[in-house]
């Protein structure tokens, strides 16, 4: 290491809202290199740390500066260029460096814990255990809560997990292991051995051309794998991440949400024949810290997570793949709001490792940088096996009578499909009975108290929501206005549909799979195994069931509001209104049945639907894409957002006036500013919220600008009457 | 207080729906059609009208439910707007008790 003999100081970054890092004095000197965590005092507090850089000198005075209390790793934690890819990201989202790490690091080495893998006890139902009812424990209820919930984990469930539920009773789990109901183990939490099993299909001509283009390709190298839905793009990744494997190397596989992909996991599980762990927030920190430790270590070959997994330390990167490369929820949209699928581009770059970005849908922004040839576009224009493309067609309701949100042709179409012993999905991005609570008497509307928004009526819970801010109250008797009984829900939520179709279609079993049907751990994957063992014909469900999975047996989609988007501020709602109807879509006829998709809307003569229906989701990101160009939007320019909220109304705005003022000293003509205006919802949870918009179609100048505002903002005496934050590359424009 | 009490009798038009509130209160709605002799000025003229019936709460909405076309009742209650959209002119009973006064030949 250079220094390491030498170094008498180091410099630390440290998890606090500064933009800086920390210098220490080494006592004794040397012994630690960048990379290593370190204890360190921080006005009264003692702070863990990572050394940036280590160093002869310092520019502070002897007086002022204080010892490390404790060097915690002997060897670095993490490797150079996981350090060099913190700190490009640091710079690029201008976000303080130290908050940076601590998001990087797992919660246990944030504080302090040794980068170990550890055993821990666990508990899992045995055979008899499964067996018994827990309702029939009545005068045992921690038992019979415990029973209830460890049928949902066949893994088992460790202390930790147990205890975040409340259910961790040492007394209780004793008696029901005492019964033999319950069985106690030692296991390694996060890593499972692997399972092969599975059988590899035959790949087509246009998945083999892919999975041999990026075998042939060395060194860094960015793919875009466009296949439409269905077309198997998941085995060109198989392919691919067995010849990483192959060649003695390791995979990163990137996915939007976890809980929403298991037969993703099951498939990777059952074809790839080695070590393979998930990094994911619903895991235990436990677990967490031992796959992390698997991957840095490389006994972990493959190592598959949600957006903060791009930070996982590999010794031996062969492959990286970032799956639903299109999916906002890749994009962190609180505190350090980083897009994992860019940093994973840039890390690709830094490592000289190919990476493989898959979507039906790609973003504006990769099919752009593949026009531009910075990207391999790699076409998978056709269904796998015998499946074709579904047909799309828009119902127009206009005028039509709606039985309860389903328009006749569409029940017709259900009825049709149903008799021929197919499944139909219904898609409605709208959970709860109804969107609006209203009075038939006097017209007053539930609203909520802290944001600008109507309450949710969830009707099955007798309960009002908001389904911004989660506040929530027993749905009233009589309108606090005028006094009538007679309250109304106005419009239509999933769980309203779901009665209409239990009325319309008795003899066919209807699941609603929204994130309210869902709540508890297991929920999900019972209503998927549901669904696509048949005993289910009808799907209701919101965006939960549009995301990757399969159902061979469904050959009706519909759709059952696509208006919503249309007319939108964000100037991205169009782009992801496309997606979603092409990925809803694409859940029809996956097997060897063709697949009918109907759009109910009241817009069918608008233009994007058209072009999307009459020429696919290429024709659209065309025009898209053109509309973009001529709006100088991204990926034509680069923006920021700067957002600000306090409790009252107009600090947020005199803080982004200022900010305003002092980025207009500080930048040329090549930056335009937008605002500050009122965020679309401008209270929210009790919080006024503003932005100011900047943009610029150089990206270099934006960041000038970036680098010499924002940490003059954060010292600004305005910034501290509020909150505010800044997203480089915003995905939601408010 | 400004009063406002009506009793009026007539035979049902339209037959009760009964439905729930989201917070579970029973409501039923029926329409009336009544028709008497009164007198005005000093002169014997007729009265006919057509109303909606609005009975809410456990027990009488249920009662409401029960009735049948061309049932002869007995409403008393207070009178409302029908809701806001339809401005002030239509107006709806809201029933307080309901009484049963047999099957009636037709009035008209």
Request: charged content about 20%.
């Amino acid at each position: 290491m250079p220094n390491q003999s030498t170094a008498t100081y180091v410099r630390v970054a440290l998890p606090c809202p500064l933009y800086r890092s920390f210098d220490y004095r080494l006592d004794p000197v040397g012994g630690a290199a960048p990379g290593c965590r370190v204890r360190v005092p921080f006005g009264r507090r003692s702070l863990v740390g990572v050394i940036l850089e280590s160093s002869p000198r310092t520019e502070l005075r002897a007086d002022q500066i204080k010892p490390v209390s404790e060097v915690i790793d002997a060897r670095p934690l993490l490797p150079p260029d996981l350090l060099a890819l913190l700190h490009w990201a640091a710079g690029y989202y201008h976000h303080p460096v130290g908050e940076v790490f601590a998001q990087a690091l797992p919660a246990l080495l944030r504080q302090g814990r040794p980068a170990a893998i550890e055993q821990t006890r666990c508990w899992q139902l045995s055979p008899a255990g499964r067996a018994i009812d827990p309702a029939g424990l009545g005068r045992a209820p921690r038992q019979a809560a415990l029973l209830a919930w460890l049928a949902g984990c066949p893994d088992g469930a460790d202390r930790e997990q147990l205890q975040a539920r409340d259910l961790y009773r040492p007394d209780a789990l004793k008696a029901l292991v005492a019964k033999g109901w319950v069985k106690e183990l030692t296991a390694t939490p996060g890593l499972t051995p692997p399972q092969p099993g599975g059988t590899a299909p035959e790949l087509n001509p246009a998945q083999a051309t892919a999975v041999q283009a990026v075998a042939e390709h060395t060194g860094y190298g960015c793919f875009l794998l466009d296949g439409v839905t269905g077309s198997g793009k998941t085995e060109v990744y198989i392919r691919a991440i067995e010849q990483a494997l192959a060649a003695g190397r390791q995979t990163l596989l990137l996915v939007p949400e976890i809980g929403l992909t298991p037969q993703l996991m099951q498939r990777l599980r059952a074809r790839l024949a080695a070590p393979l762990v998930i990094l994911h927030s619903g895991l235990s920190e436990r677990e967490r810290l031992n796959a992390w430790v698997a991957a840095r270590d490389g006994a972990a070959r493959i190592v598959v997570g949600t957006r903060s997994a791009v930070f996982t330390p590999l010794p031996e990167p062969g492959l990286f793949i970032v799956d639903e490369e299109h999916d906002p929820s890749l994009k962190q949209q609180d505190g350090f709001r980083y897009s994992a699928r860019d940093l994973l581009i840039w890390r690709a770059r830094q490592q000289d490792v190919p990476i493989l970005l898959g979507s039906a849908t790609p973003s504006l922004e990769s099919l752009y940088n593949a026009d531009q040839g910075r990207y391999q576009r790699l076409h998978l224009p056709s269904r796998a096996g015998t499946a074709s493309a579904p047909a799309l067609k828009l119902l127009d309701i206009r005028g039509q009578p709606l039985r309860e949100g389903l328009a006749e042709p569409l029940i017709g179409a259900m009825h049709r499909h149903l008799e021929r012993g197919e499944q139909v999905l219904l898609f409605l991005n709208r959970r709860g009975f109804a969107p609006t609570l209203i009075c038939h008497e006097c017209g007053w509307v539930a609203a909520c108290q802290r944001c600008d928004s109507h309450l949710t009526l969830h009707q099955g819970r007798g309960r009002l929501h908001c389904h911004h801010c989660d506040a929530s109250q027993p749905v009233p008797v009589q309108c606090p206005e005028c006094g009538s009984p007679d309250l109304r829900g106005l419009g239509y939520g999933t769980e309203r549909i779901e009665q209409t179709l239990q009325a319309l279609f008795p003899g066919h079993t209807c699941l609603r799979i929204d994130r309210d049907s869902t709540r508890r751990k297991g929920q999900l994957e019972t209503l998927l195994e549901r669904a696509q063992s048949g005993e289910a014909q009808i799907l209701l469900g919101t965006q939960m069931l549009a995301k990757g999975h399969h159902f061979p047996g469904v050959t009706l989609v519909g759709i059952l509001e696509a208006d919503q988007r249309l007319f939108s501020s964000d100037f991205r709602a169009s782009e992801r209104l496309a997606q979603l109807i092409v990925q809803v879509a694409g859940r029809a006829g996956r097997a060897e049945r063709p697949g009918t998709v109907l759009i109910q809307t009241h817009h069918p003569d608008h233009p994007l639907l058209r072009r999307l229906v009459g020429e696919g989701y290429s024709a659209f990101a065309e025009a898209a894409l053109a509309e973009r160009r001529e709006t100088a939007l991204p990926p034509y320019a680069s923006l920021a957002l700067l957002r600000a909220e306090a409790t009252g109304r107009e600090a947020p705005r005199e803080f982004l006036e200022q900010a305003h003022t002092l980025a207009q000293q500080l930048s040329g003509p090549e930056i335009e500013f937008w605002g500050p205006v009122p965020a679309p919802m401008e209270k929210r949870a009790g919080r006024y919220r503003a932005q100011l918009l900047i943009q610029s179609p150089e990206r270099a100048a934006l960041h000038r600008l970036l680098r010499h505002w924002i940490p003059t903002l954060a010292e600004s005496p305005a910034a501290r009457r509020i909150r505010w934050s800044l997203d480089v590359d915003p995905v939601d424009t408010y | 207080m400004a009063r406002n009490q009506v009793l009026i009798e007539g035979r049902v038009s339209r037959a009760a729906q009964l439905r729930q509130s989201p917070a579970g209160i029973p409501i039923a709605r029926f329409v009336l059609d009544h028709y008497s002799e009164q007198t005005q000025a000093g002169m014997r003229r007729q009265s006919r009208l057509r109303i909606a019936v609005i009975a809410a709460g456990t027990g009488l909405a249920e009662q409401a439910g029960r009735l049948e076309r061309d049932d002869g009742v007995r409403v008393s209650g207070f009178l409302s707007r029908a809701d806001s959209r339809s401005g002030d002119q239509r107006l709806v009973i809201h029933a307080e008790h309901i009484e049963y006064t047999g099957l009636e030949g037709s009035g008209d």
